[in-house]
């Protein structure tokens, strides 16, 4: 029976091989995990061994570049051998010649052994010394080398890449940056113990429940059905900071809840969108469906996954009316009552990844909305005020949008708008 002998893959780049040399020749008999080739490749040189005992039957010569899988050989484990092996000498031969015959095949055969003596004594193999691989031929070949001045390294007297990078042209010697830096003692390469038994293989498996499923699904179908893109800017959240850090416990004494930045955010979030309405609308089929309500979605972690419940109307609402009403969902979703319409309807949505310490991303959209708003996490740096270097709380945002309804000047000055709003929060009073 034949076996075929093929090209193993040796890395996850490579998609060829050079086949620097045959151990063996063809018709040759072959015993399991003997070498038969030497395989090179633009970053290791690989011994290709056999899998069983048989005859080898060579089908691609050496020297020739071949893909990763290619047959290169077939061994045939019930074929009798028509070669002697080639480390076996043939001493009835000799002695049948005759005395004079033998001593004339023994001079050049003596000649030749002496010759691989003092390449062996080099570590230079005369057959692997022609065979190059493709970065050391690359190489020879800019330098003006001549391989055959070179000492090589590698198995078999091989010249590999470092052998020939520090040569000068025209020569077999080193030049002396080469030679400087070989003079150096290389640091002895420490291989840390494990501290306790390998792990590889230990995992644990769960179904998703049925929050994470859907919000995969809904991700998932976002991704490939709009064509998603992000703009960004940062806003200046001294003014914010500063409003809510002077009025905050009157606030809370008299509607009962913190005032926070997400009440401001979506006050400035509603006026962007009424001066700019396809950031609030959306695609049915070949329509574009203009909605002239602000339903605002609010995504909210919980312990079972990211929901977004929706303040309805929320343009009729204060920033105390909007701060109570996200009080209020996290309340129900914290006691598992949140409900399939408190998750309908929305125009538009913002999220707050700064909670979680998240300094910039891209948010995704929540079909079927055409946009989304990302605040992050507020953080002191140094910017130009009135030609002065400041240190102010500075927050970025994004705004992820479907530019098959919203263009990039659109999303751009949405986004300006809001930051307008942000930066100067008496505008939100006045409605200007």
Do not use: C
């Not at 590999?160 to 080193?174: C, H, N, R, Y």
């Not at 830096?181 to 429940?209: C, F, H, L, W, Y």
């Not at 969108?273 to 979605?297: Q, R, S």
């Not at 309805?312 to 009403?325: H, P, Q, R, T, W």
């Amino acid at each position: 029976m034949k076996f075929d002998v093929k090209v193993p893959a040796v890395g996850e780049s490579i998609t060829e091989a050079t086949i620097g040399s045959w151990s063996k020749t063809n018709g040759e008999f072959v015993k399991r995990n003997e070498v038969l080739m030497l395989l090179e490749t633009d970053k290791a040189s690989v011994e290709v061994v056999a899998d069983q005992d048989g005859v080898l039957a060579i089908l691609v010569p050496a020297g020739k570049t071949i893909p990763i899988g290619t047959v290169i050989a077939q061994i045939d484990n019930e074929a009798k051998a028509s070669v002697a092996p080639t480390a076996v000498a043939n001493p009835t031969a000799t002695i049948a010649a005759g005395p004079s015959t033998a001593a004339a095949s023994a001079a050049p055969a003596t000649a030749a052994a002496s010759t691989a003596s003092v390449s062996a004594s080099n570590g230079t193999h005369p057959d692997l010394k022609n065979h190059l691989s493709p970065a050391v031929q690359k190489i020879v070949s800019e330098k003006g080398l001549d391989p055959a001045t070179i000492a090589g390294t590698g198995r078999g007297g091989r010249l590999t890449k470092e052998d020939v990078v520090g040569l000068q042209a025209g020569t077999g010697t080193p030049s002396q940056a080469t030679i400087a830096k070989e003079s150096k003692p290389a640091a002895p390469i420490v291989v840390p113990t494990p501290r306790g038994p390998s792990k590889q293989g230990d995992q644990t498996r769960q179904p998703m429940n049925n929050i994470r499923r859907r919000i995969a699904e809904r991700l998932l179908h976002s991704q490939q059905s709009t064509a998603t893109l992000t703009t960004f800017n940062e806003i200046d959240m001294f003014k914010a900071m500063e409003l809510r850090t002077k009025y905050k416990d009157k606030f809370k004494e008299k509607y009962g809840v913190n005032l926070g930045l997400m009440g401001i955010f979506v006050k400035a979030t509603i006026e962007a969108l009424k001066a700019w309405p396809a950031v609030n609308a959306l695609i049915e089929g070949t329509d574009i469906v203009y909605n002239n309500y602000f339903n605002i979605g609010v995504a909210v972690g919980t312990e079972k996954g990211l929901i977004v419940p929706v303040i309805k109307d929320a343009d009729n609402l204060s920033v105390a009316g909007v701060e109570l009403a996200i009080k209020n969902f996290a309340l129900k979703a914290r006691d598992g009552k949140i409900t399939v319409a408190d998750l309908s309807g929305g125009t538009f949505t913002v999220s707050n990844g700064g909670v979680y310490g998240s300094l910039m991303s891209t948010p995704i959209l929540n079909p079927p909305q055409s946009a989304i708003l990302g605040m992050h996490k507020i953080e002191d740096r140094p910017v130009a005020i009135n030609g002065k270097v400041e240190i102010r709380p500075m927050m970025y945002v994004a705004v992820s949008y479907d530019h098959r309804i919203i263009d990039g000047k659109e999303a751009v000055s949405f986004l300006v708008k809001i930051k307008e709003g942000v930066e100067e929060p008496e505008r939100l009073l006045l409605e200007i």
